[in-house]
């Protein structure tokens, strides 16, 4: 059944009153103002309505990730393992050797290379903007290795 179009007779503003019927002249008893009373069940009994709490909600944003790949720029060294924040991303990665994109978590990680023999050559906080695609490379310097970030120009995220 179709309800729209239909007239509805509109309710008074608290403490006028209620409705009555078309042309009648009796004197109405005016409605309760907000929180100074409310109906009642024959017999004076209040209704009592059972609350129920709401469970609790917990909203997750969208996690915004980044892209990086592992370039062994060195030489001299035996093929390295990559940890990023202790997982493991990358098992072997011989000399002029890259590895494939790994999707993280944008922000700061901590990237391990360790040799096989779980050996830590370097442990280095890097950063990775959202968004960003990015080659952590391992280099020889003259007091050994480091691990530096270079932004890629393609887009993997």
Do not use: W
């Amino acid at each position: 059944m179709e309800t729209r179009n239909v007239p509805v007779t509109p309710l008074p503003n608290p403490g006028e009153g209620g409705a009555v019927f078309p042309g009648e002249d009796t004197a109405v008893i005016p409605l309760p103002n907000p929180g100074e009373g409310g109906a009642v069940f024959p017999g004076g009994a209040a209704i009592t309505v059972p609350v129920q709490p709401l469970p609790e909600i917990t909203i997750t944003l969208p996690t915004r990730y980044a892209a990086v790949r592992f370039l062994n720029a060195t030489h001299g060294y035996p093929a390295f393992r990559i940890l990023i924040d202790g997982v493991r991303v990358v098992n072997l990665l011989d000399s002029g050797s890259a590895s494939g994109y790994v999707r993280i978590p944008a922000g700061t990680h901590t990237v391990t290379v360790a040799g096989q023999d779980g050996y830590v050559y370097i442990e280095k906080p890097l950063f990775f903007p959202s968004g960003s695609t990015s080659t952590a490379a391992i280099i020889n310097r003259t007091g050994g290795l480091d691990l530096i970030r270079i932004a890629d120009a393609c887009r993997v995220v």
